[in-house]
């Protein structure tokens, strides 16, 4: 049988994301391509890093945590098709790996085609932590 958390340690675990990020400066959404590593493992390509912002997200409510503004990258690293995201601290100290898309995953973006230079914008960063 699995294990079922109260909404308020739901709530808990998520806001320890905001407390891991910091809100001395502004971590980052780093978006990659290829095979997710196990996590906090090596990194594939970096595509694109946007800024997020110096509170990550406010207090997450009914085990949802929805991230606060995050500022586009204007000038994408590399080309390639993104598969998944990860946060870091500003020191770029790994907090969270999850999926993009642009629908459907934790991190969607305007789109997952991206290209050297291009713009990469976040329209949303939605983590839920559910019960089975």
Do not use: K
């Not at 090596?42 to 997020?52: H, I, M, Q, S």
């Not at 100290?93 to 085609?113: C, H, I, K, P, R």
């Amino acid at each position: 049988m699995s294990v079922g958390y109260s909404t308020t340690l739901r709530n808990a675990r998520l806001d320890a994301i905001t407390t891991a990020i910091g809100t001395v400066s502004p971590g980052f959404l780093r978006i990659y391509d290829g095979t997710r590593p196990a996590s906090g493992g090596t990194a594939t390509t970096l595509l694109a890093e946007l800024t997020l912002s110096t509170t990550f997200a406010p207090a997450a409510s009914l085990g949802v945590l929805t991230a606060s503004t995050i500022t586009a990258d204007a000038s994408a690293n590399a080309t390639g098709t993104a598969t998944w995201a990860r946060l870091v601290t500003s020191a770029g100290v790994f907090v969270a790996d999850m999926g993009v898309g642009t629908s459907g995953q934790e991190v969607t973006l305007n789109t997952v085609s991206i290209v050297i230079t291009g713009t990469v914008a976040c329209t949303s960063l939605v983590i839920t932590a559910g019960n089975p």
